[in-house]
């Protein structure tokens, strides 16, 4: 089968590799949409950061060189042995993150911290290929009002899920919501759902005019630092955001986050760095700013993720800017992804085409 695999930095290649078969409590999935991530991006610039090397994961065995993709979704062709909760035939999207179940963390309930976590793509191989191997108890059923297409953008939704639960937000909260690539207009999406007042901020008016699409209430173009700021603390009565949501990931997006945030309210960092922001932490401890880390999902992130997919609170139609085939995946896909310029949100490669 044809599969996008990778082996180290600025190292992926499109490869015939085997059919995987499942084992006891797994099913075998023909993928039928993997949608390419920013950190799909930055592990093939700048890592291994996430992607397994070095030694064998401890619950997975797998290491690089494997298949990334961790955004996907497929139907089940195959069953292994014990598996009753998913037939043949199924259209699933896939919970990608395994946990041990048994550590200090997850016995607390914060399994999306747990140390043993391996997540496809990264410590197991992953959804840009033609087939997948995986757990059938991280089968999510989709409605038929789902389409395959839309199906991977789940899992980024998911994300988005997951830290807006962190948040703590309540009905009636101002939340500004710093950058509007994909997981952030989710996100913006998630806090509405939780009936939240949301401020979009991002540097790109393609991006602000989707968010306004998609239900902010209210938009700020931050190109001028300064004039963001004050517009946002006149959006909010002279008071700041109760939550401050921050997932561009860039240097600087951090420090704003906590510096915009009302006194005692919440900064939540949803991005995945690649370089190291400077923050003057006088600023956290002097207003008392709560800040919250979000990564990855805990259990029930992802059915309540569906849920909101399938009630059409949170949109991902306008997200999905382009489907590739797996042939063209690196140079219509990864490369284009990789463009600063880019005027795309999610491409969606297709490893049946």
Same mark, same amino acid.
């Given at each position: 089968?044809?599969?996008?695999?990778?082996?180290?930095?600025?190292?992926?290649?499109?490869?015939?590799?085997?059919?995987?078969?499942?084992?006891?409590?797994?099913?075998?999935?023909?993928?039928?949409?993997?949608?390419?991530?920013?950190?799909?991006?930055?592990?093939?610039?700048?890592?291994?950061?996430?992607?397994?090397?070095?030694?064998?994961?401890?619950?997975?065995?797998?290491?690089?060189?494997?298949?990334?993709?961790?955004?996907?979704?497929?139907? !089940?062709?195959?069953? /292994?042995?014990?598996?009753?909760? *998913?037939?043949? @035939? %199924?259209? &699933? +999207? $896939?919970?990608?993150?395994?946990?041990?179940?048994?550590?200090?963390?997850?016995?607390?309930?914060?399994?999306?911290?747990?140390?043993?976590?391996?997540?496809?793509?990264?410590?197991?191989?992953?959804?840009?290929?033609?087939?997948?191997?995986?757990?059938?108890?991280?089968?999510?059923?989709?409605?038929?009002?789902?389409?395959?297409?839309?199906?991977?953008?789940?899992?980024?939704?998911? !994300?988005?899920?997951? /830290?807006?639960?962190?948040?703590? *937000?309540?009905? @009636? %909260?101002? &939340? +500004? $919501?710093?950058?509007?690539?994909?997981?952030?207009?989710?996100?913006?999406?998630?806090?509405?759902?939780?009936?939240?007042?949301?401020?979009?901020?991002?540097?790109?008016?393609?991006?602000?005019?989707?968010?306004?699409?998609?239900?902010?209430?209210?938009?700020?173009?931050?190109?001028?630092?300064?004039?963001?700021?004050?517009?946002?603390?006149?959006?909010?009565?002279?008071?700041?955001?109760?939550?401050?949501?921050?997932?561009?990931?860039?240097?600087?997006?951090?420090?704003?986050?906590?510096?915009?945030?009302?006194?005692?309210?919440?900064?939540?960092?949803?991005?995945?760095?690649?370089?190291?922001?400077?923050?003057?932490?006088?600023?956290?401890?002097?207003?008392?700013?709560?800040?919250?880390?979000?990564?990855?999902?805990?259990?029930?992130?992802?059915?309540?993720?569906?849920?909101?997919?399938?009630?059409?609170?949170?949109?991902?139609?306008?997200?999905?800017?382009?489907?590739?085939?797996?042939?063209?995946?690196?140079?219509?896909?990864?490369?284009?992804?990789?463009?600063?310029?880019?005027?795309?949100?999610?491409?969606?490669?297709?490893?049946?085409?």
């Amino acid at each position: 089968m044809q599969a996008i695999v990778y082996h180290g930095n600025k190292d992926i290649r499109l490869e015939n590799i085997p059919e995987p078969s499942p084992a006891p409590g797994e099913v075998k999935l023909r993928i039928t949409n993997t949608s390419i991530c920013a950190t799909d991006i930055e592990e093939w610039q700048y890592g291994p950061l996430w992607v397994q090397h070095g030694s064998p994961n401890a619950l997975t065995g797998q290491q690089a060189p494997l298949v990334i993709g961790h955004e996907t979704s497929g139907h !089940v062709v195959e069953l /292994g042995e014990g598996v009753n909760n *998913v037939s043949v @035939g %199924d259209r &699933v +999207a $896939v919970n990608t993150v395994l946990i041990c179940g048994t550590c200090f963390w997850c016995m607390r309930g914060q399994q999306a911290v747990c140390p043993n976590m391996a997540v496809a793509g990264f410590m197991a191989d992953g959804g840009l290929a033609e087939f997948m191997v995986w757990p059938a108890d991280h089968m999510v059923l989709l409605p038929d009002h789902i389409s395959d297409v839309e199906a991977p953008l789940i899992e980024p939704a998911t !994300v988005a899920v997951h /830290g807006v639960r962190r948040s703590g *937000v309540r009905a @009636g %909260d101002n &939340v +500004a $919501v710093i950058g509007c690539g994909t997981v952030g207009l989710l996100t913006l999406q998630a806090f509405k759902a939780a009936g939240a007042r949301v401020i979009a901020v991002d540097v790109r008016d393609q991006s602000l005019k989707l968010a306004r699409e998609l239900g902010a209430d209210e938009t700020v173009n931050c190109k001028n630092e300064n004039t963001a700021a004050a517009k946002i603390l006149e959006l909010t009565g002279n008071i700041g955001p109760d939550i401050t949501a921050e997932t561009a990931g860039a240097k600087e997006t951090p420090r704003m986050a906590i510096e915009w945030t009302r006194r005692g309210g919440t900064a939540l960092l949803i991005g995945i760095y690649s370089t190291t922001p400077e923050i003057n932490f006088n600023n956290v401890v002097g207003p008392e700013i709560t800040v919250i880390g979000s990564v990855a999902t805990s259990p029930g992130d992802l059915e309540a993720a569906v849920e909101l997919v399938g009630q059409g609170k949170i949109n991902v139609k306008p997200l999905i800017s382009e489907t590739v085939p797996i042939s063209r995946a690196i140079e219509d896909g990864f490369e284009r992804m990789l463009d600063h310029n880019k005027d795309v949100f999610r491409i969606v490669i297709q490893p049946g085409s």
